[in-house]
């Protein structure tokens, strides 16, 4: 079982960086794909980003800008946020699962609490 924390979000400008942080606690975390998903004021939630052992997956929208990392040492998955857009402004939830597809929010069996992003034009 794992419990996840976000840290990280905030305030910030069109064009600015934020990295993100969901450290984990518990066991095997190096097992789990770990996956970034947000949601904005009336939409469903979405695939921001995964990373299943080394291999980074992105979505469209944030190709380019972001960057999935994770340190298995310190149990703990990073979001660099690149040249932010006001459209990247959303709760961004940080999950983990032994997942086929990571994009997929309901492969995910553990979810943190979410961390706000505000990216004002």
């Known amino acids: 079982q794992l419990q996840l924390v976000e840290s990280g979000g905030g305030l910030v400008q069109a064009g600015d960086s934020l990295r993100l942080s969901c450290a984990a606690s518990?066991?095997?975390?190096?097992?789990?794909?770990m996956g970034w998903f947000r949601q904005a004021p009336g939409k469903e939630r979405e695939f921001v980003s995964a990373i299943s052992g080394v291999i980074p997956y992105y979505a469209d929208s944030v190709k380019g800008r972001f960057t999935i990392s994770r340190d298995n040492a310190k149990n703990t998955v990073y979001l660099q946020m690149n040249s932010l857009k006001p459209e990247d402004t959303a709760v961004y939830y940080c999950a983990a699962g032994l997942v086929r597809n990571p994009a997929v929010a309901a492969a995910y069996v553990y979810w943190g609490q979410g961390t706000q992003v505000t990216v004002s034009s």
């Open positions: 518990g066991r095997a975390f190096s097992s789990y794909a």
